[in-house]
C-alpha cells in the first residue's frame, strides 16, 4: 500500500506545527500508522517526534553565520542546500513505512507561493505518492474582509504553484467568538465577503471574485488545541487509504 503524504502548509505562526502533532494523534487513534517529517530548519522545540528531520541536513543558524544572511533568506537557502541532499533523503524516506506522512513546513511561504524549491522538496519526499496540501489561514488574520481575501489570494497562489490537491483549513477557530466564525463562514460563501469589501471598482470586483472561486470550497473551522474539525477533513484521507488497500494484490 502506498503512503499518503498530507503537507501542512501556511503563514508564520499560523498553527502548522501544532496541527502536526493534532494530525499525527487523531490518525493513530483511528488505527492509521503515521510518519511525521520536519522540513523546518529553524524550530527549536516540536511537540512530537519526527521520523524524518531536515534539521539532519541543514544548519540554519550555520547558514546565517557562514554567508552573512537573515533569518528569512537564510531559511529559504537552507531549503536549497536540502535539495543538494537528495540521494540521503531519499535513502531516508524509502526507509519510512506508514499510511501516512505528515509533512511539517517552514512559514516561510514564499518557498510555496513563488518558488520552484518548495515543491521540489516535497516532490523529493513524497515521490511517486499521492499527497494533499493542507493550507492554514489563520483565524487571527482572517477577521478584517480585506486580510481575509489576501489570505484567499496567498492561499490560491500556494495552490497554483504547489500544484497539488488543496484544502483551506480556517485554523485556531477555539479565539473566535461564535459571531466572528459565523461571520468569516458567511463571507467564504462569497457575496457577504465582496458586500463587506465594500468594493467599488471592476477589476477589483473580478479579482475577488475570482479569487473566492478558485479557493472552490470554504475553509474548514479547525482547532489544534482542542482537537476540533479534523475529522471532517481527515475522512477524506481515510477513504482514500481504505481504496488504496483494496487495490493491493493477495496471495
Ligand atoms: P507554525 O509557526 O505555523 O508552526 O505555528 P505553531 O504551531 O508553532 O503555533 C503558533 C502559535 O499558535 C503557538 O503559540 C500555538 O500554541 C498557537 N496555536 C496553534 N494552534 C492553535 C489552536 O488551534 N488554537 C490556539 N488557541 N492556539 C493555537
Ligand atoms: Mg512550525
Redesign the pocket.
Known sequence: MGMYFIFVT?T????????TASLIDFLTQAGMDVAAANLDPAVERLPYVPDFDVRQYVDAGEIMRKYGLGPNSSLVAATDMALTKATEIREEMDKLRANYVIVDTP?QIELFAYRNSGRMLLTLLSEDSKSVNLF?LDSFLTKEPRSYLSLLLLSSSVKFRLNLPQVNLL??V??LTPQELEKITAWSEGEELIDALGIVDDNSYELASSVIQYASSPPTPV????GKGLGKFTLKFREFSQAERTTTPRN
Not at 508564520?12 to 496541527?19: D, E, M, V, Y
Not at 482547532?223 to 482542542?226: D, V
Request: glycine share 22%.
Open positions: 501556511g508564520a505562526g499560523s498553527g502548522k506545527t501544532t496541527l512559514g492554514l485554523s485556531k477555539d479565539l482547532s489544534a488545541i482542542e
